[in-house]
């Protein structure tokens, strides 16, 4: 099934777009579902019990916040992470709900965390319900936050179902089917979903929207390389993408050689957007904000070191790049999953190395089997990625990763450039190997920090 540009890439704060996101979306839904049945008023009372890996990591994932936000009715595209929306909740425990009425809300007591219950249909699992003043169950609906902001009520997860088909002109589900889309229409893949997205929105709002993403994406750059102080949750971790910037800008002054410092430039930006998405600064999900300073770091890697030997200017390379990136992404998720909770965190990073190869092999001029063979090799070496974050931080290994997979994807790309698009491994093979690996994976590997470097690091 056929996943817009829009739902792929999305504007929102971190840290964690299946934990913050996800449940800021679905509490906002819940809130619109009490008033469409004519129940909002009603409402004296309010429970939000959290399963599984929302509840297990939710403290260091922002989730509280994200439900408070969400109950406040507050859009994720929209929050202004700087105001203390959570504060005024915390010392008066009254919840202004909907912003139109206040009701008692002790977060300690009308949060709940179910850390022992998996629900059978995913592992973020949430529960909300309204109780009237004389404790009559109002309404009670079960939502799952399945990857990169993205949720589904129990009765759509069920159906495995997120919304029906899109009406487009490119329905695709498998890689294969995409390619035979290519060379039957003469087209690139940039140019099928360009193709389906003007039929979802007017021409000019999709160019306008894939320019506003980018731009966040190069903001929460920028912000990065400025920022300095430390990250929150208790880790005490330093932010590091101002000193990387500092020492590689002293290099430049210094006429300082060293081939390989556009590794170090890659490093830097993805480390940027990483510590800012750990700060809860206002990023894109790339696919998911765990893994979001990938495709930004291999999207300023093109700007600044590749877009010259490009068939295309800088702004339309660009396009081309998120684009194919999006295409890529769709078959994650019609095919396996980029929760981390579901599959590890091969499902993010991994998956981001994927659409940031992909994107870059195509922005390159790349053929649509050099595209392929980028995504799928972006993938292959990320197999088995497990997700254990330190104290449920998305800090420790979050953010190298971030970088690792950066470096990885422009070297995935080159590889595949430097080819004639021939490969044994297919990405479908790849994409199938990957979902199949998550769901072999011990839970605790899942986003739970129940096992790995989440238990080994001492002092944490």
């Known amino acids: 099934m056929y996943y817009s540009f829009f739902e792929i890439f999305s504007i929102g704060v971190g840290p964690s777009s299946s934990h913050t996101v996800g449940p800021m979306r679905a509490a906002k839904r819940y809130l619109d579902n009490l008033k469409s049945k004519k129940l909002f008023s009603k409402v004296q009372d309010i429970k939000v019990t959290l399963f599984g890996s929302l509840a297990l990591t939710g403290h260091g994932h922002g989730t509280v916040k994200a439900i408070v936000y969400g109950l406040m009715g507050l859009e994720a595209e929209a929050l202004d992470p700087e105001k203390p929306y959570v504060n005024a909740v915390e010392r008066d425990k009254l919840l202004h709900l909907g912003q139109e009425r206040i009701i008692p809300f002790d977060i300690e007591k009308s949060i709940i965390f179910a850390k022992d219950t998996f629900l059978p249909e995913h592992s973020n699992g949430m529960r909300f319900e309204a109780f009237d003043n004389q404790g009559k169950e109002l309404l009670t609906e079960e939502y799952f936050s399945v990857g990169g902001g993205t949720i589904a009520r ?171 990136a999006s295409a890529i992404c769709s078959l994650y998720r019609t095919n396996a999953s980029i929760s981390g909770a579901e599959v590890g965190c091969q499902g993010e990073v991994g998956v981001a190395c994927s659409m940031a190869a992909a994107g870059l092999a195509a922005a390159m001029g790349g053929t649509p089997e050099q595209v392929e063979m980028a995504a799928e090799t972006g993938m292959e070496h990320n197999l088995g990625l497990t997700c254990d974050p330190v104290k449920g931080l998305v800090q420790i290994p979050c953010i190298e990763r971030n970088a690792m997979g950066a470096v990885k994807a422009v070297n995935a790309a080159r590889l595949a450039l430097r080819s004639d698009g021939k490969h044994i491994v297919s990405l479908d093979n790849v994409i199938k190997t990957m979902y199949s690996t998550g769901r072999d994976m011990a839970r605790k590997y899942k986003e739970t920090s129940m096992g790995g470097l989440a238990v080994n690091v001492p002092n944490c």
């Open 154 to 324: 129990k009765d759509e997860i069920s159906r495995r179902i997120e919304r029906e088909p899109y009406n487009i002109p490119h329905q695709f589900d498998t890689c294969r089917e995409l390619l035979q889309k290519c060379h039957k229409y003469g087209m690139s893949i940039s140019d099928i979903v360009l193709q389906n997205e003007v039929c979802l929105k007017n021409e000019t709002e999709v160019k306008k929207g894939i320019q506003k993403i980018y731009q966040i994406m190069q903001e929460a750059i920028d912000r990065g390389m400025k920022a300095r102080g430390i990250l929150p949750g208790g880790l005490g971790i330093k932010r590091r993408a101002g000193e990387i910037f500092n020492r590689l800008e002293e290099k430049f002054r210094d006429n300082e050689f060293d081939p390989l410092m556009v590794v170090d430039w890659i490093n830097l930006w993805g480390f940027a957007v990483a510590e800012e998405n750990a700060a809860g600064g206002r990023i894109v999900t790339a696919p998911t904000m765990g893994s979001a300073g990938i495709v930004p770091a291999v999207l300023r890697y093109y700007e600044k070191y590749a877009s010259a030997q490009s068939p295309f200017d800088v702004k339309k390379g660009i396009e081309v790049f998120l684009t194919t």
